[in-house]
């Protein structure tokens, strides 16, 4: 009994977010209503308050369900990455990418953004850090797995390239949720401008390319 509790929950958790995302977009986040959300998930105001205290904790939320699908993704990436240590980076980085606005406009992303600035230490910007901290070592994990592979110079620092990384895709996502009129096609460009040198010059270090 309590496991199938737990997946009702859960079932009726995403119906929240899902509802939530179908309003922020339609409505505009800050002018759609908890109402109107929990009219369209089926539930009563009051449940949803039983998950989130503001809207801001739904936004978050909603980029959570996204960011756990990716990793999910990613992992299956990490399993069986491309050959080349550029190649595997960006199908990585382009999987990220690409489903950034499956739940989450740009609109909305900058305001979670900015939640999440605003709002270090409340419960939602915890979280917020907290996913930027699991994809950060998904990208660290891909990166070990290629200097397993012999891929990578061994004497290269795992962790700190793996940061530095991270650190490029998100300044560029940042830079494209910013500008409406940027495409995920100019996205994959400037990333790729950046991971690409950067990979050449791995391979370079392993001295087998």
């Not at 119906?15 to 089926?42: M, N, V």
């Not at 009563?44 to 960011?67: F, H, P």
């Not at 990166?143 to 793996?162: A, E, F, M, N, Y």
């Amino acid at each position: 009994m309590a496991g199938l509790r737990e997946r009702q929950k859960a079932a009726r958790e995403r119906r929240i977010l899902e509802a939530a995302s179908t309003q922020f977009r339609k409505s505009g986040y800050r002018a759609a209503k908890i109402e109107d959300i929990a009219e369209a998930a089926e539930v009563s105001v009051g449940t949803i308050y039983n998950y989130y205290q503001t809207k801001g904790d739904i936004l978050i939320a909603t980029v959570a369900m996204e960011d756990q699908e990716v990793i999910a993704a990613g992992a299956r990436i990490l399993e069986h990455p491309p050959e080349r240590v550029g190649a595997a980076l960006l199908a990585l980085i382009y999987q990220y990418y690409d489903s950034s606005l499956k739940y989450l406009s740009k609109e909305m992303w900058r305001l979670a953004i900015a939640h999440s600035i605003e709002n270090p230490l409340c419960p939602s910007g915890q979280r917020y850090a907290e996913l930027d901290r699991q994809l950060a070592k998904q990208v660290t994990d891909l990166i070990r797995v290629l200097q397993h592979r012999g891929d990578i110079d061994p004497d290269l620092d795992v962790g700190s390239l793996g940061q530095l990384i991270f650190s490029a895709i998100n300044q560029a996502f940042i830079g494209f949720v910013k500008v409406d009129d940027m495409t995920l096609h100019d996205l994959h460009a400037l990333i790729a401008s950046q991971i690409e040198p950067l990979a050449t010059q791995i391979e370079a270090d392993v001295g087998t390319q």
